[in-house]
């Protein structure tokens, strides 16, 4: 399906999908020591998870407007750096408050990834095959996510928690290196038929960045991507403390468990974009926005309704049945919002608008870790807060349907491609 020369853009974003999960999960992984050595109750851990997300999301903005200007070669190259450093000076936190400035730092660094993965498929790849390939590259944060249990896990029992911060500090900066030696910021010549597929897609003139600011697809996506956010989140940060807490898991249990998640999420990430660009392709006449927003909403709203059922249930087994298909269908729309962006936005505006909206659906990443402490203080349980995560992702689904439509372009030709249901 790819062209032999797209093979290294895909493989190294994918591993820096991968590097990125395993760095960010490392601390809800050792959570657990963590709390212990440093004596922070659940209120304050819940205040580390959520700082985390203050660096992250101005800098998904940041960075986006970073990598439509210096590229997002240089930008990622410098994210990388970034971020692994921080991630590695985890193991110098003497207590909260280091904890609350590093974790700031390192999200900043972290915060350029996910704009400049956007940028460097719309720079590489046709519209007909870029969900797919945001997909695919997107498809590492989760294996992250489920190799970081047993990497953290095993490190951390046989020789200390921070060391495994300083272990994974390594590869990123060897993935650095990498990526500078091996990645062009474009392909050397596009093909005609990728050139007429942009121009056909959005007008090309560039437009101000306020002009997308205001427009609801934009917001509305980026409301969506909150939803989404907020149920990863919840999941990334304090799940393994759910099985551990109100599950009575040890850590070894809670390790290998926390795989299976990741896992189906891996699968669902990766296939979410092929599915899309299969429903486009079959529904050619409704539109790209038509099989873009069938996706989003069915898979969001099935992902809603197993978290909030996780919170209900009685058993380990049906819990982590239900957050492992949440984390399914969740990821299936992973790739979706970046898609929405690419068909709808020109080209030169993709990673400002693309990093406008992620900035947007990262402030659920400092709400929820710290609501979801606050509320476990409070009522003692889990359950109101996967309720509460479910409940806003339905409510984020249906209003996809009404308000994400087209964006009218004054002045402009535009095709019939961004039809919408």
């Not at 392909?187 to 560039?206: C, N």
């Not at 992902?303 to 249930?313: D, M, P």
């Amino acid at each position: 399906m790819f062209s032999k020369d797209k093979l290294p853009i895909l493989i190294l974003l994918f591993l820096a999908g991968v590097i990125n999960y395993l760095d960010r999960s490392a601390l809800s992984i050792g959570a657990p020591f963590i709390k212990e050595d440093l004596h922070l109750s659940a209120t304050q851990m819940g205040i580390i998870f959520s700082s985390f997300s203050v660096g992250y999301a101005i800098f998904n903005f940041i960075g986006g407007m970073a990598s439509d200007k210096y590229g997002a070669k240089l930008t990622l190259f410098v994210a990388m750096i970034v971020w692994s450093l921080f991630s590695g000076a985890i193991a110098l936190a003497v207590g909260f408050t280091s904890l609350i400035v590093i974790r700031v730092l390192f999200g900043m660094g972290e915060g350029p990834l996910s704009a400049t993965i956007s940028k460097m498929v719309n720079n590489w790849f046709p519209s007909d095959q870029r969900a797919s390939a945001v997909g695919l590259t997107n498809s590492g944060t989760p294996l992250g996510g489920a190799i970081s249990g047993p990497i953290v896990g095993f490190i951390a029992i046989t020789f200390s928690w921070k060391i495994s911060f300083i272990f994974i500090m390594i590869i990123g900066l060897v993935w650095a290196l990498l990526w500078w030696k091996f990645v062009k910021e474009k392909p050397a010549a596009s093909s005609q038929k990728e050139k007429v597929v942009k121009m056909d897609q959005v007008s090309q003139e560039r437009r101000p960045l306020t002009f997308y600011l205001k427009q609801k697809t934009v917001l509305f996506t980026a409301f969506a991507f909150f939803a989404y956010n907020y149920i990863l989140f919840f999941f990334l940060t304090w799940f393994p403390s759910y099985l551990v807490d109100a599950r009575h898991m040890d850590v070894k249990e809670m390790s290998v468990i926390t795989m299976i998640p990741w896992i189906v999420g891996f699968i669902g990430l990766a296939s979410g974009g092929f599915v899309s660009d299969f429903v486009f392709k079959k529904f050619t006449n409704k539109g790209v926005l038509f099989s873009r927003k069938v996706v989003l909403v069915t898979c969001l709203f099935i992902s809603a309704v197993c978290i909030g059922g996780a919170g209900l249930v009685t058993t380990t087994v049906s819990a982590v049945t239900l957050v492992a298909f949440s984390v399914f269908f969740l990821y299936l729309t992973g790739a979706i919002y970046w898609a929405i962006v690419q068909d709808v936005v020109e080209q030169k505006s993709v990673g400002s608008v693309g990093g406008f909206m992620h900035f947007l659906a990262n402030t659920a990443g400092i709400i929820g870790p710290a609501l979801t402490g606050y509320l476990v203080d409070r009522s003692g349980s889990f359950t109101s807060a996967f309720l509460l995560a479910g409940g806003l992702a339905v409510f984020a689904s249906l209003s996809v349907i009404r308000f994400v439509r087209p964006i009218k372009y004054p002045n402009s030709k535009k095709t019939d491609l961004n039809m919408s249901i």
